[in-house]
């Protein structure tokens, strides 16, 4: 599967930014996915993940409450509707999908995903 995201830009504290991946290739539906992000000189972290039916998401804790992550498999999308964006939040955001067995544990680790999109810049002004 490939995947592109879409979506980032620049916005002040305390706006909003919906962040899109498209996928093609084999059948999406049949893929769990995930959002991480990477901040300069910072590594990789978990951000959100949606199973594949959708009917199990995780989220990590900085982000509870304030992103969204879901998928429309009839237009091989997920997204992650991001809100009151703080600083803090600016990264590179990745889209990343995994056909394997879905579990709480393994939702956050960046092994458990198999193919990755090119990444979104996120840049949030004070």
């Known amino acids: 599967v490939q995947l592109q995201a879409s979506g980032g830009g620049l916005v002040q504290a305390g706006g909003s930014l919906r962040l899109s991946c498209a996928a093609s290739?084999?059948?999406?539906?049949?893929?769990?996915m995930g959002w991480f992000r990477q901040a300069p000189g910072k590594e990789r972290e978990f951000v959100a993940s949606?199973?594949?039916?959708?009917?199990?998401?995780y989220y990590v804790d900085s982000v509870k409450g304030r992103f969204t992550i879901s998928r429309d498999n009839a237009k091989n999308t997920v997204y992650l509707q991001m809100n009151s964006l703080k600083p803090e939040d600016t990264a590179v955001y990745y889209c990343?999908?995994?056909?394997?067995?879905?579990?709480?544990?393994?939702?956050?680790?960046?092994?458990?995903?198999?193919?990755w999109g090119q990444g979104t810049q996120v840049t949030v002004s004070s």
């Open positions: 990343a999908a995994t056909p394997r067995g879905y579990s709480s544990t393994d939702a956050y680790k960046i092994p458990f995903y198999d193919y």
């Open positions: 949606i199973s594949r039916s959708a009917s199990s998401t």
């Open positions: 290739g084999r059948t999406f539906s049949s893929y769990h």
